[in-house]
């Protein structure tokens, strides 16, 4: 639930619940980590108030609300799992009119009692740059993306990413408040634009539909070609490099995931933990499928070798560059 919940949306609505079970006669601290429960903490949860699908099988869920309106700040209720239980288990003590009031005296109880932290401007910046870069890396279909990347086959969506990525980097007025996440995002957007830029450098779209770019490999359909095994050795350095870059952008990808779950959202794709290369068919493997947790130095060591040989290749064969 919580990995399709905005970090706009969470950052507000524990904000102004001021991290308390939203039920008058409880009103519990909440922590979202529950690695830090003890005995005077309870772990927190974002209840739907309208339930998650439009079905019999969801509490209150049979609504004329959009499904995707459904995970927006207005349809969440800040509760202890104790009262979480309760709302779920008898939903005619607890229809979705007395959710919403008992959520609006929540939280005009804190705003009148308590000397309550705002949520920033500085906040919200950040928190609306990661649920776009969040949409836009479709991390939640991310073994979708990364078991056609290892196979250099890339969606059209992710090359207008890294557009809009590059957009980014020059326009974003960064608030300066939070020096790692920053950093993180920055490193992220440009690894990622670094992979795409050189793997449009020897790829092409897919007929018929364009929706997906691969290698380039028209030089294959000419015969004779006297040509053939020089392209064909400039896309095998294409194709690892590739596959470093890649490397480096997960990485980087997995520090900015860090990042946000410190401060921001620490429900940020939790349950996936780490982002790996995922190779299901073995393209670096010998043909045995296995999973990678990128390091940067031995990314690092292999993109200086292969930037060495792609140095002396183009020197060497400069009408194929």
Known sequence: MAGTIKTKDIKILWSRGAGRCSMKECRRKLTMDSSKETESFALGEMCHIIGETNSDKSPRGLSSMPEENRNNYSNLILLCSHHHTEIDKNIKDWPVEILHQIKDEHELWVEETLSQKKITPSELVYSNIIDNINIKLQLDLYNWFISNAVRNIVYTNFIETSDYFEERLI???????????????????????EYITHYLKYS??????????????????????????????RNQLWIRKNFFLLQKFVYNLNLFTK?????????????????????????????????LLPKLETIN?????????????????????
Do not use: C, Q
């Open 259 to 291: 990042e946000v779950r410190k401060e921001f959202n620490p429900f940020f794709h939790l349950k996936r933990g780490k982002f790996l290369i995922i190779d299901e068919f073995g393209m670096y493997g010998g043909g045995e499928s296995y999973m």
């Open 171 to 193: 326009a974003i007025d960064w608030p300066n408040t939070d020096v790692n996440l920053e950093t993180s995002i920055i490193d992220l957007m440009k690894s990622f634009t």
């Open 301 to 321: 060591s292999h993109l200086e070798t292969i930037n060495t040989e792609i140095k002396d290749f183009e020197n060497n064969n400069p009408k194929f560059i």
């Open 204 to 233: 092409t779209p897919i007929e018929p539909d364009f929706k997906f770019y691969r290698e380039d490999t028209t030089y294959k359909k000419i015969f004779p070609n006297p040509d053939y095994h020089t392209i064909s050795d």
